[in-house]
């Protein structure tokens, strides 16, 4: 576990929860509330390890959820969160925040990590995450303008095989086989690419928008 992102995850849901009212005339709206400490106003998150669910397909987000809840699911804090909630409520918060719009992270990779992670994702992922990384359905997360240092959290479980996140066979052959280079890359690469901003692959410029780098600052896996 990684008990710097634990800890801030944790000291965040102590404030939190100190201040929930169920009061609210609309229902969904105050439910949120509680989400948006950390990740973000709508879900749109600023924390880099943290990530963006605004916008997100309901039946995924739904899913998910009830995974946190039942513990079938790696988490660090979310289990704790999730578990706070009737399933009627995690129905409720899944087609709130989906109803709001994906906000991407715009980041930009360091030089050369855009291009070896598209390669990355040309060759292994494309199949399922379609639209370099745009596309989601019930089952398949978007990915494109996520953040990098999320991202690579998540494979880092995946990676490991790690028996509470499910994924397709197909997946962890193909996660498997990456170096821990080429999962940077990849996550940079779709933490790079947005609805409106995107590096044009043959002249290598960069149009719109972007916060600076920061890749840098990626934390070790967990364990
Ligand atoms: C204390 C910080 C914190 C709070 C509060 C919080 N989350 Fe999270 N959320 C996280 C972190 C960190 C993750 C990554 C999984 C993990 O490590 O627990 C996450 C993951 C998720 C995911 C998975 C996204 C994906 O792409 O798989 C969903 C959905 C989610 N949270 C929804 C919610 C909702 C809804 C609430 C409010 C009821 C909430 N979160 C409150 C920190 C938080
Ligand atoms: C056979 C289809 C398939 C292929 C190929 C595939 N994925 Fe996935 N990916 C999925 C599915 C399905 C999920 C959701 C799994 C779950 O429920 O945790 C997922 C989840 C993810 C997530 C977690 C996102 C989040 O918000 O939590 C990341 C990151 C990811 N994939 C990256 C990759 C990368 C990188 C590759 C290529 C090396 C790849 N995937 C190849 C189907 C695929």
Redesign the pocket.
């Known amino acids: 576990m990684n008990t710097e992102r634990f800890s801030s995850a944790l000291g965040l849901v102590c404030i939190l929860t100190a201040g929930t009212t169920a009061h609210a005339e609309n229902f969904s709206q105050a439910l949120s509330w509680n989400c948006n400490g950390c990740h973000g106003p709508a879900g749109a998150s600023a924390g880099q390890a943290i990530?963006g669910i605004a916008g997100i397909h309901p039946r995924y987000f739904f899913?998910?959820m009830r995974d946190f809840k039942l513990d079938e699911?790696q988490a660090t804090i979310m289990g704790r969160i999730a578990r706070g909630y009737r399933t009627a409520e995690l129905r409720e918060m899944a087609k709130h925040f989906s109803a709001n719009t994906w906000t991407s992270a715009k980041t930009i990779a360091p030089e050369g990590q855009f291009l070896a992670g598209k390669a990355?994702?040309d060759e292994?992922?494309v199949?399922?995450?379609e639209d370099a990384g745009r596309y989601q359905d019930k089952?398949?997360?978007r990915?494109a303008g996520?953040w990098p240092s999320?991202?690579l959290y998540?494979?880092a479980d995946?990676q490991q095989n790690h028996a509470k996140?499910?994924?397709?066979d197909?997946?962890r052959e193909?996660?498997k086989k990456?170096t821990r280079e080429d999962l940077e890359a990849?996550c940079g690469f779709y933490g790079q690419v947005d609805d409106e901003y995107r590096l044009d692959v043959e002249s290598g410029l960069i149009t719109g928008e972007a916060q600076a780098p920061l890749l840098g600052t990626l934390a070790p896996n967990r364990p």
């Open positions: 990530p899913k998910v699911r990355v994702h292994h992922c199949e399922c995450h089952e398949i997360p990915l996520q999320y991202l998540q494979l995946y996140m499910p994924q397709p197909k997946m193909r996660v990456l990849v």
